[in-house]
């Protein structure tokens, strides 16, 4: 036997096989942008929409995996309760399951021509929509030929008897050879990363007649578990939540497995009962004809099973990984904290968490033109808010420092031109909101003046002033508002408050400028009322930019822009 033809057939299927599935992924993703969108804002307190929302996710990205990252990221930045993502982890772990009813389908001998029917419009068709069609035929094409490759290396080995009696060790005909077979089929997804590959490779192994029906589902039960780790991997370094989160994805799976385990041989024999055809049955060619319709319904039975039983405990497994990771234990918890890499998530997905953790940023830059106007407009010194307003101040530095540079790493992803839009336009609008806090941090020195020279200003001045910010902060807060409902901009209400902004700017410069000559208050006085003036100006403009930015951007929420 040639085993070195056996090792570059087999990792040269596994690439096209990857390569197939990550163009899958990516297609139907890009088809499927803004169901997915929708879908995450219909998430409730609900656990049974929870699930849904999470098998729909899971069904157009093609992994579990990506969702479960995903959620692990959306908990960490405080956009998810702990029970919605429990619920949503439930439905990923079913929505992964249709990977194994497209490899089941038996369309290897179809593989060139799906690749052949994709390939020209995806290369050469100015229709966006098209092209991303045609990748998901083509991604098909490659993900059939790679399964099909794969099962040409294994062939030899179903009469190789070193391998036969290695394979027995692992026939999971008692308990303690089926949780070996367990353990190897975690061991081995935690190495490649890939429940989805593994699953492909088990199939491909029990269609050559290598592997028995009941080992290839013991491999799949393992499957589930290993899958788990990368949620694990991606919580390393995130708040708690985040961590109870990726802790519940790893029990649910590993106490399902316990449960199946429990009556295995009768699981078997149910499946045997409710597919046609018996899964070891041999044809002609030494292959197995049933066996990967088999498989795929063992996977989709165990999930749907599994999340059927602990969907009503959903609370208690949310107690039992709060008990298991206690806050007091972790140190202090970051402001925010992008999980994992992003090229390796869903674009929209990246894109949808990147749009919300941006809305966050823009509440603490209100909370800093807030702090400013207090200070300032009380006209008496509050140290603690200028450090608190320095503090924020610092905080939005490196909270849009991590923004672009996780939204530098999205746009290196294969993006649909609507995507590319999105990204630019939350890049801009992450740099004006960090523009905005620090004319908020500059009015605090500004303000310092009054206090360390001691200058005076009369009292119509300083509710011209109070008037003026208190405007400025409305027109953000009516643009920050409109961007987290997203809503459409009223233009002509738009309009109105940009105008009357202008109106009080021009008649506060007219009067302190009147004031100034009669000699109502020095000039130090003056020139700082003029910075401030023209700070709030600057936030004025910037507000303006926020919302051409946002007016600008594709639609990424139900209401559209």
């Known amino acids: 036997m040639d085993w070195f033809k056996l090792s570059y057939t087999l990792l040269g299927g596994l690439g096209i096989f990857f390569f197939g599935m990550k163009n899958l992924s990516e297609s139907l993703q890009a088809t499927s942008s803004h169901l997915i969108r929708r879908v995450i804002h219909s998430l409730t307190s609900n656990s049974v929409v929870a699930v849904g929302v999470g098998l729909v996710i899971t069904c157009f990205v093609q992994s579990s995996s990506i969702t479960t990252v995903m959620v692990v990221g959306f908990v960490n930045a405080g956009l998810m309760h702990l029970s919605q993502a429990i619920g949503v982890i439930f439905g990923a772990n079913i929505g992964t399951t249709i990977t194994g009813w497209i490899i089941s389908v038996k369309i290897g001998k179809y593989s060139l021509l799906l690749i052949g029917l994709g390939i020209f419009p995806f290369l050469f068709s100015k229709n966006d929509r098209y092209v991303q069609w045609a990748k998901v035929c083509f991604a098909l094409g490659f993900v059939f030929l790679g399964l099909q490759t794969m099962s040409g290396a294994f062939k030899p080995l179903r009469s190789q008897e070193d391998f036969l009696s290695l394979m027995g060790y692992f026939s999971a005909d008692s308990y303690f050879s089926l949780w070996m077979t367990v353990l190897v089929g975690c061991l081995l997804t935690f190495v490649i990363q890939s429940s989805s590959a593994m699953l492909g490779i088990t199939i491909a192994l029990a269609s050559t ?13 393992g499957e589930n578990i290993g899958t788990t780790i990368t949620a694990l991997l991606a919580c390393i370094g995130a708040n708690v939540s985040a961590k109870r989160a990726a802790l519940a994805h790893a029990l ?10 429990s009556f295995f041989w009768q699981y078997k024999e149910f499946i045997e009962g409710i597919i046609g055809g018996a899964a ?38 949310e107690q039992l990984v709060t008990f298991l990771i206690p806050q007091k234990t972790l140190k202090k918890e970051k402001h925010l904290e992008f999980l994992g890499d992003p090229q390796t998530l869903s674009p929209t997905l990246a894109i949808e968490q990147a749009y919300m953790e941006i809305g966050k940023l823009a509440g603490l830059v ?24 320095r503090k924020y101040e610092q905080i939005t530095d490196r909270i849009q420092l991590e923004v672009m540079v996780f939204m530098e790493k999205v746009m290196k992803v294969s993006l649909t031109e609507e995507e590319s839009h999105q990204v630019s336009a939350l890049m801009r ?45 409305n027109f953000f807060v009516y643009i920050k508002d409109i961007y987290e409902q997203r809503k459409i901009i009223d233009a002509k209400k738009y309009s109105g408050k940009i105008i009357e902004l202008n109106e009080l700017a021009e008649a506060l410069k007219h009067s302190y400028l009147v004031r100034l000559h009669e000699k109502r208050y020095p000039a130090l006085s003056s020139l700082t009322i003029s910075d401030v003036i023209v700070a ?3 936030i004025r403009n910037h507000s303006e930019n926020l919302a051409e930015a946002y007016m600008g951007m594709p639609s990424l929420g139900d209401n559209g822009f």
């Open 209 to 221: 007649g290598a592997i028995s029906f009941q080992t290839a589902l013991g491999l799949v039960l």
């Open 252 to 261: 649910f799976n590993v106490l399902g497995v316990i449960v199946i385990t």
């Open 280 to 317: 070891d049955f041999v044809d002609a060619k030494g292959e197995k004809p049933y066996i990967a319709a088999h498989i795929a319904a063992g996977h989709t039975l165990f999930n749907v099973a599994n999340v059927l039983l602990f969907l009503p405990f959903i609370k208690k497994v």
């Open 366 to 389: 209100l909370k800093i033109l807030n702090r400013s106007k207090e200070h300032l407009t009380s006209f008496k010194e509050n140290k603690d808010y200028a450090a608190l307003v």
């Open 429 to 473: 609008i992450s740099d004006e909101l960090e523009s905005v806090a620090d004319y908020g941090e500059s009015i605090i020195k500004y303000s310092e003046r009054f206090f360390s020279e001691d200058l005076k200003i009369d009292d119509e001045t300083k509710k011209e002033i109070d008037v003026l910010f208190d405007k400025t902060i």
């Open 536 to 538: 709030l100006r600057r």
